[in-house]
Structures are given as structure tokens and as C-alpha cells.
């Protein structure tokens, strides 16, 4: 990678199924529960396994599709002199290697994600934890950063 290629990483469909998948089930299961205690009578097998399976394809679809969404602002780049992301709150912001002060790894609820504070940023970048999936994400980033940097020391901790 020369001094002025910037390259640019974002979680890919994949890696955004099983998050989605989760909170479908969890989601029926409970909208389910709720119906069947508050309902009197209750209906036929086939319709509650057509029901359930209703509600959880169209939750499914609804949450992989917010999470394709949010997926889009998620994009990384990095360059030779440093790398550019999100913060919590979706402004892109850029942070010169030199300039990372802190790194820390912050698990959400079905995310995960490197907290990145640097001298001069207003807010902290978060790159998500999906990105260590591609090993071209970190052999970029180890090329630019000294072991032992809080970037590399976090980066280590998330298992990559």
C-alpha cells in the first residue's frame, strides 16, 4: 500500500444475518407469548405455525434491512496516514496514526465495537468488530501501528 492509497472496509451481508435472525426469534417469541396468554381461545396449530412464521419473515426482513441501513455509514478507511470512520452518533471523522491516544473494545448488544479516541476528535471513532473477519482489515492496520500501541493492545484483546 503506497502513502496515498486509502482502502475502505465495511461489515458485509453476512456478517449482519445472525444479529438479525436473533432479534427475529427473540421478537416472535415474546409477540407470541403475549398473544397466546391474552387470547381466550385458541386457534388451530396450522395457523399459529403460519402466524409465527409470518411474524418472524417480516421481522427478519425488517431488521436485516436496518441493519444493511446502519451498515453503509459503518465504512472504514484506511490510509497511510491514518484512518477514517464513524463515531456513535454516524459523522465520519478522520485520526492520523500519531493523533490515537486510547482504544477499547465495547460490546453492544448483538455488536461489537473498537472505540477509537483520538487527540484532535471531538468524539471517538467506532470501527466495528466484524471488520477483524478480514484479515486484509488487520494487516493494514498492524502495518501502520507500533506493537504495543493501545490500538494494537485493543486489536489483540477483540481476538485478532
Known amino acids: 500500500m503506497t502513502n496515498n492509497e ?3 472496509f465495511q461489515p458485509g451481508r453476512r456478517s449482519l444475518l445472525w444479529p438479525a435472525i436473533s432479534a427475529a426469534a427473540i421478537t416472535t417469541v415474546i409477540s ?19 402466524l409465527v412464521a409470518g411474524l418472524f419473515a417480516s421481522l427478519f426482513v425488517v431488521f436485516w434491512a436496518a441493519r444493511l ?8 478507511s484506511i490510509s497511510g496516514s491514518g484512518l477514517e ?6 459523522h465520519r471523522a478522520f485520526c492520523g496514526w500519531q493523533n490515537i491516544v486510547d482504544a477499547q473494545v465495547v460490546h453492544g448488544n448483538h455488536d461489537g465495537y473498537l472505540v477509537v479516541s483520538g487527540r484532535y476528535l471531538a468524539k471517538p471513532l467506532r470501527l466495528p468488530l466484524v471488520l477483524l473477519n478480514d484479515p486484509r482489515f488487520v494487516a493494514l492496520i498492524d502495518r501502520h501501528v507500533e506493537e504495543g500501541s493501545p490500538l494494537s493492545l485493543a486489536l489483540r484483546s477483540a481476538g485478532a
Open 85 to 90: 470512520g464513524s463515531d456513535a452518533q454516524g
Open 69 to 76: 441501513f446502519r451498515a453503509r455509514r459503518e465504512v472504514v
Open 32 to 50: 407470541f407469548g403475549r398473544m397466546w396468554r391474552s387470547s381466550s381461545t385458541h386457534p388451530s396449530w396450522p395457523l399459529v405455525i403460519a
Open 6 to 8: 486509502v482502502v475502505g
